[in-house]
Nanobody, 120 residues
Framework: QVQLVESGGGLVQPGGFLRLSCVAS????????MGWYRQAPGKQRELVAT???????NYADSVKGRFTISRDNAKNTVYLQMNSLKPEDTAVYYCNGLILGVAPSPEYYWGQGTQVTVSS
């Protein structure tokens, strides 16, 4: 079984920063794309950023220039550095990974989410 566990969320003032981490564990043979999504109250879950196995990245327009996604393949970990945070960034942030485990083909896995609140 594969598990994704996020950490690093919390309460921060506007203009502040946070760094989210997501560690994948379990029976893992290979990790392909990983990403961060978020869901604000009353809204649908939306993509924040993704990173491919080779390091290619993709960002939502709303976070470009403020957020940076990175990964450490040796640690099965993906990070999201969030700078210049705004109140509209408040949401539960979820980690997502396309992972080859014991199943015959890669599957998508989700973490349990970590709350990020931006407020003065």
């Amino acid at each position: 079984q594969v598990q994704l566990v996020e950490s690093g969320g919390g309460l921060v003032q506007p203009g502040g920063f946070l760094r989210l981490s997501c560690v994948a564990s379990g029976s893992i043979f290979s990790i392909y794309a990983m990403g961060w999504y978020r869901q604000a109250p009353g809204k649908q879950r939306e993509l924040v950023a993704t990173i491919g196995s080779g390091g290619s990245t993709n960002y939502a327009d709303s976070v470009k220039g403020r957020f940076t996604i990175s990964r450490d393949n040796a640690k099965n970990t993906v990070y999201l550095q969030m700078n210049s945070l705004k109140p509209e960034d408040t949401a539960v942030y979820y980690c997502n990974g396309l992972i080859l485990g014991v199943a015959p083909s890669p599957e998508y896995y989700w973490g349990q989410g970590t709350q990020v609140t931006v407020s003065s």
